[in-house]
Nanobody, 117 residues
Framework: QVQLVESGGGLVQAGGSLRLSCAAS????????MGWYRQAPGKQRELVAT???????NYADSVKGRFTISGDNAKNTLYLQMNSLKPEDTAVYYC???????????WGQGTQVTVSS
């Protein structure tokens, strides 16, 4: 059974950087899509960035050029490097994996990111 644990959130000033990590345990079979999503207070959860097991990436327009998603297969860890952070990036950030053959979707518990102005 796959489990995801996020870390790396915190409080940062506008213009600063954070790197989120998502450690995966269990068997994550290819093909799959791993991604970061976020949910701000009073808003729906939204996609931030995804990466396929083939290495293709996709970003929300609001984070393009500022955020970078990457994965380390040896460590079974997904990362989100966030630069030039803005107050509107404040949200709980969630890691998600979709196993494409089985259709199984697993979410992490989330990590809070707060950007002060």
């Amino acid at each position: 059974q796959v489990q995801l644990v996020e870390s790396g959130g915190g409080l940062v000033q506008a213009g600063g950087s954070l790197r989120l990590s998502c450690a995966a345990s269990g068997s994550i079979f290819s093909p799959n899509i791993m991604g970061w999503y976020r949910q701000a207070p009073g808003k729906q959860r939204e996609l931030v960035a995804t990466i396929t097991s083939g290495g293709n990436t996709n970003y929300a327009d609001s984070v393009k050029g500022r955020f970078t998603i990457s994965g380390d297969n040896a460590k079974n860890t997904l990362y989100l490097q966030m630069n030039s952070l803005k107050p509107e990036d404040t949200a709980v950030y969630y890691c998600r994996v979709t196993l494409l053959y089985s259709g199984v979707i697993v979410w992490g518990q989330g990590t809070q990111v707060t950007v002060s102005s």
